[in-house]
């Protein structure tokens, strides 16, 4: 059992999470308001339930995450971030940005994808996260094309902590080009960790790696009290 949870409801304890049946489960109910989501992000706890489920709250153990010093960039993706590099400085077909389309951004990466459905992203989630994108802690870096966007990342940015959510690619690697640029920005900035909640075979192709849920409440709760990070400027993802 797991408890439910009304309009102001505290959230629970992470360490109340279930750990056999849905291992990281902790609460459901409430609202996907600005001010419910960054309290859940606060805590390490984020929401995640498919359609006809009610709000679903999770904190996983162990938790996915990427080292921004430790992102992997593999030989055939660094020729495409010199082509793109190339293009965005000399205001070619190519470009990349942060923030400029951020719902459209969204909604790509709700999109139904090639090999299946959409993805759980609501206009519920939409709305929420939108939200806290006009409040400044939800952040987009985006790739275009010929003026299209097609590829896209976003996420929620607490303090020098980073929430990574999703990504999109309508053309090959754009998702990727997009996460390099973003971590890249991240980097710069002193964020030395980038939240990516459950473990992948992808993730983990990029650098991402499971720790401890203890090890990362540790590190979040100093780095959200950390001052936030800006102006969101793109900056080369490739090395001098």
């Not at 971030?81 to 000399?90: G, I, M, P």
């Not at 966007?149 to 607490?158: M, P």
Request: charged residues 20%; contains cysteine.
């Amino acid at each position: 059992m797991i408890p439910w949870l009304e309009s102001d409801s505290p959230f629970p304890d992470v360490s109340k999470a279930l750990t056999v049946e849905a291992p990281g489960l902790l609460a459901a109910g409430a609202d996907l308001s600005p001010q419910r989501l960054l309290l859940a992000y606060r805590n390490g706890i984020f929401p995640w339930f498919s359609e006809g489920q009610p709000i679903l709250w999770w904190s996983t153990d162990p938790r996915m995450v990427l080292y921004t010093d430790r992102f992997k960039i593999s030989a055939s993706l660094a020729k495409t971030l010199r082509k793109v590099e190339r293009s965005r400085l000399e205001g070619g077909r190519w470009d990349v940005r942060f923030d400029s389309s951020f719902e459209s951004v969204m909604r790509a990466c709700a999109a139904p994808r090639r090999d299946g459905p959409g993805t759980w992203i609501s206009d519920d989630i939409i709305d929420g996260y939108t939200g806290l994108h006009a409040l400044g802690y939800a952040h987009s870096s985006e790739v275009w094309l010929d003026g299209e966007l097609v590829g896209g990342a976003y996420g929620v940015c607490i303090g020098r902590m980073f929430y990574g959510e999703s990504m999109f690619a309508r053309v090959s690697d754009a998702s990727k080009v997009a996460l390099s640029y973003l971590v890249a920005f991240l980097r710069s900035q002193g964020v030395r960790m980038v939240d990516c909640q459950q473990e992948t075979g992808h993730l983990a192709s990029l650098g991402a790696a499971p720790i401890a849920r203890s090890q990362f409440l540790e590190h979040l709760r100093s780095a959200i009290h950390e001052p936030a990070i800006g102006p969101w400027k793109v900056t080369t993802p490739l090395p001098a």
